[in-house]
């Protein structure tokens, strides 16, 4: 399975940006896709997931905040970012679940600058 993540980049504080990551190299869609962040110095965290039948779960911080989405037809999840803060700052790893199996993309930066 790959995933092909965009959508990162740099971005000024209460600005927007939208991830995509689609995945192909299976005949199975994905049950759970979701996306991971980490920065700095920190452990990878959960920003959201959501499920084939779409179900979503957020991460406190970013509640209000951030959309997760998914296309099955593309088998393609979306994060929707506003309100950017600079504590969002990270690389944001899509992340998907096919099979019982777990898939990780490389990795979008995503910058928020003050």
């Known amino acids: 399975v790959q995933l092909v993540e965009s959508g990162g980049g740099l971005v000024e504080v209460g600005g927007s940006l939208r991830l995509s990551c689609t995945t192909s190299?299976?005949?199975?869609?994905?049950?759970?896709m979701g996306w991971y962040r980490q920065a700095p110095g920190k452990q990878r965290e959960l920003v959201a997931t959501?499920?084939?039948?779409?179900?979503?779960t957020y991460t406190d911080s970013v509640k209000g905040r951030f959309t997760i989405s998914r296309d099955n037809a593309k088998d393609t999840v979306y994060l929707q970012m506003n309100s950017l803060k600079p504590e969002d700052t990270a690389v944001y790893f899509c992340?998907?679940?096919?099979?019982?199996?777990?898939?990780w993309g490389q990795g979008t930066q995503v910058t928020v600058s003050s």
């Open positions: 190299g299976s005949i199975f869609s994905p049950s759970v």
């Open positions: 992340h998907v679940v096919v099979r019982w199996y777990n898939y």
């Open positions: 959501i499920t084939s039948g779409g179900s979503t």
